[in-house]
């Protein structure tokens, strides 16, 4: 009797151990994983009613590794991917921050990822309706927890693009070819897309100015991601 009951508590302190183990495998895992963030901006100060309706005119980063990376617009065929301190994207109102998921990569196992990423996302192929921050955002977001960001965020690009098929076929090229190989356009096109611009100018300057700090400003400009094919 007394060699069972020997067995029976050496039986339950491997049980024991066992479970001990696999719990601390388990936090040592949960460990590993580093948050992940979408942080949203207000372009516009419409935006404060049009938020309520479920749209508005935002600009978005992801935070991961303590950093926020964003995609902005410049004139040259490098990377539009830069870096800025967690919600403090200079030109912009910081609007809110939401949890998105969780990933295992280490910062330079990231690091790595992203500037692979960013070589899709160059400053001239930038485009408000077709291919702009939210889009970035969104990209980044599937690829690292297979899930999307809120519709809403990028709501009003999306319904922007079903009014496409009515622009000038060269407004359409544009948007996502090289605009150094483009025809010029015509006396026609210029004044049937005149109005079609000038209520994207303002809010696409401000798309512009991801690349540089407002003057007089206090927070650290953003850093342009690049990787040695740039460089």
């Known amino acids: 009797m007394f060699l069972k009951l020997a067995k029976s508590f050496s039986t339950k302190e491997l049980v024991e151990k066992k479970e001990k183990k696999q719990g601390e495998s388990a936090g040592a895992a949960e460990a590993k ?15 404060k009613y049009l938020y309520w309706f479920g749209l508005g ?6 935070q991961v590794h303590g950093m926020e990376y964003g995609y902005g617009a410049h004139e040259y065929p490098t990377s539009g991917v830069f870096e800025v301190e967690p919600q403090n994207c200079p030109g912009f109102v910081f609007r809110r921050s939401m949890w998105l998921g969780t990933t295992e990569m280490s910062r330079l196992e990231f690091r790595v990822f992203l500037e692979d990423l960013a070589e899709s996302y160059h400053g001239d192929t930038y485009h408000l309706i077709f291919k702009n921050c939210n889009h970035f955002t969104d990209d980044l977001c599937k690829r690292l927890t297979g899930k999307r960001i809120p519709r809403w965020v990028n709501r009003l690009a999306k319904l922007g693009s079903f009014c496409s098929c009515i622009l000038p076929d060269s407004i359409k090229v544009n948007a996502v070819g090289d605009l150094t190989t483009q025809p010029p356009l015509s006396d026609g096109d210029e ?3 005149l109005a079609s611009i000038e209520a994207e100018s303002s809010v696409e300057e401000l798309d512009h100015q991801l690349l540089t700090t407002p003057p007089n400003s206090e927070m650290t400009p953003p850093r342009v991601m690049t990787s040695e094919k740039d460089s």
């Open 57 to 62: 005119i935002y600009h978005s980063g992801i």
């Open 33 to 47: 994983k580093t948050p992940i963030y979408l942080n949203v901006y207000d372009i516009s100060p419409i935006n």
């Open 191 to 193: 004044m049937e897309i």
